[in-house]
């Protein structure tokens, strides 16, 4: 097993294979994505159809001199193994030491770390930039996937480069006819009719915007990848390189169902199967909550950027769904204007996303949704420090980006009831934008009121004194926890509040605390500048009232475990209560 | 003066009008444009080039039933004079009635507050999908510039509606050969092929896409444009009616220099100048640094999003820049992807915009600048409460939305010199990624340091006792009006500090001003949520130190007067002794 890839340290070994050789490593290199996804999960489908098209590059090319920007970099496991991480791959208790996307502080092989799709062909042409003003002559190649096209910010780099640069660039186009679920979007059509034409359609999109461009149908086939990269090898201009491959080649269940296998979970090999279960979550009740929704109300539709499982939306739900459901592929700014737009309209729509790619849509939030006021819902999923922990997929800075925005309610629900009611809420009303923050929590059931429209009233749940805790969302369990220690550790009841508004006060709520309250404490599944505490703070900062903000730091965090960073910033119950004693006489 | 255009209260006196009295309510129009734009300035280019096209609009389709969309809305002056609104054009007095945009709190004619670029063909397509939900018949067009195709939300929005949406919609693509400056990128290549072969060139990029298409070479002319928008009116598709019309058509001196009569302040019809002048500015000072520093070191190189004067530079400077310099049109998010791509190739990027555009960029400054840590440098304009007070391009919330994401290092210059070293110190650094926020008031003079390197080190100007006065960037010289009128009123001299760096905590100096201070008093140009001063007052939460901050509320803020908003807020000098005289002892 791994008798070639045993053998690759770095991409000057893969040059020195034969043809048969090179078969080999595809095969190691397939077994080595095998050994790793089975257990750990991560990218299935993107890197088992990319296997031969990188190993081609560090064949034909010469890496670090020459630069590689993957998009996204979920594909660039086979790049891995053949820059001298393949123990990553192989080696089961090396696992951690390499991320799931590409990394500078891996490897000089690694340019940036990319996690968000669609950046690959700006930053490159960044890179062609330098080297012309320094005079540079190595190559600059930049990999997407079909499914990345659609964003806006490769659609702006590649309408840039195929104009205004005027010096090597290549950049390889990988068809594999998928984005995460289905692709969407007329340059889609296009793709196909230059595949089914093998390049020669009219009307090429590519060519329209300027761009030099080739065609290969057999992006699977080394051989064939080799010449077509030695072709374009220290080309002087910027050039297109349209290659099909198949997604989640070389297994059988990827290759059919390309969607439930762009990225997997640990799984039996023989079987396919996940070597989880899952009860209910937020996300099979927010499913739950949009299909019995749709058929009540014809005027609801939901919209979701590519990430249809977001939402816990599978095909057949979507195809349920039918005209009141859309999936615009990955373009978050088209799907958040295009909402705003179906709102104006008296339509209902319901933008379903993960919190960190909500970012790539600030000022269409801000311009085309907020000024205008328009009764939009944006569903956040993966807002909690508990949830994705990769450095490019953290959902901790939603609360701080986003509920500084005027107009728009930011609301955190504490509990199943909360949360749908919230949701339900937020699709009826036709006052204000509402962005609701899907709990990073197992569901917990508790009553809830029914009605929102008091903007930024807390809700008192338990009135107390001395100490009042303002625990926010999804946190506020921990707040219930760090009640009942401080009635334990204390002696007296402290209040709790349930604030419900992530991004408003309840004043009058809160000027009464001032009666028999000295230390109030705030906590936050978020980081703290720009957040929910930092406005308590100066609400209060003429006031004797005391404020502790509990929250994460502005730091871009790394695959971390989550209970020991929480435990590292001192947020557990224990360091809480230990800082109580401190300040509470 | 005026004959027709008088006469003219809703859209159904247009549909009235003959050949003949169509043409002279075209040179009503531009009157009237002449009127307004001479007195108050605005968008001059594009209002003048349009005129024909906004009349057939009017003639053709029915407003408010048919729908609409202008993206920008810059252009739309002509169909707020078919829409009951002419006085705002005519009547010197009702000049402050119509803002620059479109507006729905002027007439149901208007259905988005618009002013950000690229957004309607995706906002008008949700107008398609809740007609749709609906059952309803009505055109909805969107009328967009050429300029405007280039930004990622169009871009998007076109992927999306070409293959997506099968019924009627109609965008009418405003070809004028030109954006707010000269159009960058292929798909302005592919404009002009087709405009050359009449619409007839191969590879279509919108028929690439799935569009229908026709294209019109006399957008100028009225009665063609009423033939062309009947022939399209009702159609059971997307259709892209492909335009071409003259960018400040009816005054000789914008037909000669459209970059320059994009935008005009007021002025003197008979020569075309302009009715104020300018002396240095920080834009002038930003203009001269550029060309001193681009002589002096070849990695250095300037990146525009379409608005090259935003940095001060003429056709001439850009041109003597040559090969360090580009404009990459309007398309924000690879502006900055693209200088995170030159940073970490060596280069020394530098990338000048206003705030409210950088605002469309969020997440790549996020996650390809901030994450990867790379040396770029963003220079923002109009970043001032005292700036653009259109309520789509405030610059109030660049501190809000950007200081709190990790790595970035954001810089609040208080003077030219200290303007111009933080500025260069960035630019040669090769540590973080700096925000730097061009002062909005005039540049006064003090010496100030050349390295800031030690990040989050706050400087103190004046020491003092019992109250500090923390003045951020350009509201430095109210707090050090402020700390004078202090010392007269209470006899003791307040200390002044300027923190230079807007989002970090320079804590050694903060702890020590405890010894002898009991309130901090902070000032900055920006909302106060999410910005400076919060986390001033969260640092001192625990502590006996008052803290009270003064900005601006979370508000979209729309054609205010600066100084009156201040006195509305509670902020000037004497307001704020008031408070203090409440406070200190």
Redesign the interface.
């Given at each position: 097993m791994y008798d070639i890839l045993n053998k690759i340290n770095s991409p000057a070994d893969v040059k020195k294979l034969n043809a048969q050789e090179l078969e080999i490593l595809a095969a190691d290199i397939r077994e080595a994505l095998f050994n790793r996804l089975t257990k750990i999960g991560g990218h299935f489908g993107p890197n088992f159809g990319i296997v031969e098209t990188e190993i081609a590059m560090h064949y034909v090319f010469n890496s670090p001199k020459d630069?590689f920007?993957f998009d996204v970099s979920h594909q660039s496991y086979p790049h891995k193994m053949l820059t001298g991480r393949k123990l990553g791959y192989i080696d089961d208790a090396c696992f951690k030491e390499d991320s799931g996307y590409t990394n500078?502080d891996e490897s000089e092989h690694d340019?940036?770390?990319?996690?968000?799709t669609s950046?690959s062909v700006?930053?490159?042409?960044?890179?062609?930039?330098?080297?012309?003003?320094?005079g540079g002559q190595e190559n600059v190649i930049a990999l997407i996937g079909d499914g990345s096209l659609?964003?806006?910010?490769a659609?702006?780099?590649?309408?840039?480069?195929?104009?205004?640069i005027h010096s090597n660039f290549i950049v390889i186009v990988n068809d594999n006819q998928q984005s995460i679920a289905e692709v969407?979007?007329?340059?889609?059509?296009?793709l196909k009719a230059l595949r089914e034409s093998k390049g020669t359609a009219?009307?090429?999109?590519f060519?329209?915007?300027?761009?030099d461009y080739i065609y290969e149908e057999n992006g699977n086939d080394i051989q064939t990848m080799i010449k077509v990269l030695q072709r374009v090898k220290d080309i002087d201009h910027p050039i297109i390189v349209h290659i099909n491959t198949q997604k989640g080649k070389g297994y059988k269940l990827a290759e059919e169902n390309r969607e439930a296998w762009h990225w997997c979970l640990p799984f039996e090999r023989e079987t396919g199967k996940s070597k989880f279960s899952f009860g209910e979550s937020y996300t099979s009740i927010t499913a739950d909550y949009i299909l019995n929704k749709a058929k009540q109300d014809?005027?609801f539709?939901v919209i979701t950027p590519a990430m249809p499982m977001t939402a816990g939306l599978s095909q057949e739900m979507r195809a349920q769904l039918g005209?009141?459901y859309?999936d615009?592929?990955i373009?978050e700014?088209?799907a958040v204007?295009?909402?705003?737009?179906?709102?104006?309209?008296?339509?209902k729509?319901l933008l379903v996303t993960n919190s960190t790619f909500i970012?790539?849509?600030?000022?269409?939030v801000?311009?085309?949704v907020?000024?205008?006021n328009n009764p939009v819902t944006i569903l956040l999923n993966f807002t909690s420090f508990d949830g994705l922990t990769d450095?490019?997929h953290l959902g901790i800075?939603g609360i701080?980006?986003f509920?500084?925005?005027?107009?728009l309610v930011m609301l955190a629900p504490t509990s199943k009831e909360e949360y749908l009611n919230m949701l339900d809420w937020s699709v009826n009303q036709t006052a204000h934008p509402v962005m609701v923050l899907m709990p990073g929590n197992e569901p917990t059931s508790r009553p809830a009121d029914r009605d929102y429209s008091k903007i930024n009233t807390f809700k008192m749940e338990q009135a107390g004194e001395k100490v009042a805790v303002l625990a926010l969302g999804d946190f506020y369990q921990r707040g219930e926890k760090l009640a009942a220690a401080i009635e334990k550790e204390f002696g007296f009841k402290p209040t709790l509040i349930n604030p419900r508004f992530a991004?408003g006060l309840d004043e009058a709520m809160l000027t009464d605390l001032e009666k028999n309250h000295q230390l109030i404490i705030t906590l936050e599944d978020g980081?703290?500048?720009?957040g929910f505490?930092?406005?308590i703070?100066?609400f209060?900062?003429?006031s004797a009232m005391?404020?502790?903000?509990y929250g994460l730091k502005?730091?871009?965090y790394d695959r971390y475990n989550p209970e020991e960073l929480l435990n590292k910033l001192g947020m557990t119950t224990e360091q809480i209560i230990a800082d109580v004693k401190k300040?509470v006489k």
């Amino acid at each position: 097993m791994y008798d070639i890839l045993n053998k690759i340290n770095s991409p000057a070994d893969v040059k020195k294979l034969n043809a048969q050789e090179l078969e080999i490593l595809a095969a190691d290199i397939r077994e080595a994505l095998f050994n790793r996804l089975t257990k750990i999960g991560g990218h299935f489908g993107p890197n088992f159809g990319i296997v031969e098209t990188e190993i081609a590059m560090h064949y034909v090319f010469n890496s670090p001199k020459d630069k590689f920007v993957f998009d996204v970099s979920h594909q660039s496991y086979p790049h891995k193994m053949l820059t001298g991480r393949k123990l990553g791959y192989i080696d089961d208790a090396c696992f951690k030491e390499d991320s799931g996307y590409t990394n500078p502080d891996e490897s000089e092989h690694d340019l940036f770390n990319v996690g968000h799709t669609s950046t690959s062909v700006s930053l490159a042409s960044g890179l062609v930039k330098a080297r012309d003003l320094k005079g540079g002559q190595e190559n600059v190649i930049a990999l997407i996937g079909d499914g990345s096209l659609s964003g806006g910010e490769a659609l702006e780099a590649l309408d840039f480069a195929g104009s205004d640069i005027h010096s090597n660039f290549i950049v390889i186009v990988n068809d594999n006819q998928q984005s995460i679920a289905e692709v969407h979007g007329g340059l889609y059509q296009n793709l196909k009719a230059l595949r089914e034409s093998k390049g020669t359609a009219a009307n090429n999109f590519f060519k329209a915007w300027g761009w030099d461009y080739i065609y290969e149908e057999n992006g699977n086939d080394i051989q064939t990848m080799i010449k077509v990269l030695q072709r374009v090898k220290d080309i002087d201009h910027p050039i297109i390189v349209h290659i099909n491959t198949q997604k989640g080649k070389g297994y059988k269940l990827a290759e059919e169902n390309r969607e439930a296998w762009h990225w997997c979970l640990p799984f039996e090999r023989e079987t396919g199967k996940s070597k989880f279960s899952f009860g209910e979550s937020y996300t099979s009740i927010t499913a739950d909550y949009i299909l019995n929704k749709a058929k009540q109300d014809k005027e609801f539709t939901v919209i979701t950027p590519a990430m249809p499982m977001t939402a816990g939306l599978s095909q057949e739900m979507r195809a349920q769904l039918g005209a009141q459901y859309d999936d615009v592929g990955i373009a978050e700014e088209h799907a958040v204007a295009f909402a705003s737009g179906i709102a104006k309209a008296g339509g209902k729509p319901l933008l379903v996303t993960n919190s960190t790619f909500i970012q790539r849509t600030y000022d269409q939030v801000s311009q085309d949704v907020c000024i205008n006021n328009n009764p939009v819902t944006i569903l956040l999923n993966f807002t909690s420090f508990d949830g994705l922990t990769d450095v490019t997929h953290l959902g901790i800075f939603g609360i701080s980006a986003f509920s500084n925005i005027p107009n728009l309610v930011m609301l955190a629900p504490t509990s199943k009831e909360e949360y749908l009611n919230m949701l339900d809420w937020s699709v009826n009303q036709t006052a204000h934008p509402v962005m609701v923050l899907m709990p990073g929590n197992e569901p917990t059931s508790r009553p809830a009121d029914r009605d929102y429209s008091k903007i930024n009233t807390f809700k008192m749940e338990q009135a107390g004194e001395k100490v009042a805790v303002l625990a926010l969302g999804d946190f506020y369990q921990r707040g219930e926890k760090l009640a009942a220690a401080i009635e334990k550790e204390f002696g007296f009841k402290p209040t709790l509040i349930n604030p419900r508004f992530a991004n408003g006060l309840d004043e009058a709520m809160l000027t009464d605390l001032e009666k028999n309250h000295q230390l109030i404490i705030t906590l936050e599944d978020g980081i703290l500048d720009g957040g929910f505490g930092q406005k308590i703070a100066a609400f209060y900062g003429l006031s004797a009232m005391k404020v502790k903000n509990y929250g994460l730091k502005r730091e871009f965090y790394d695959r971390y475990n989550p209970e020991e960073l929480l435990n590292k910033l001192g947020m557990t119950t224990e360091q809480i209560i230990a800082d109580v004693k401190k300040i509470v006489k």
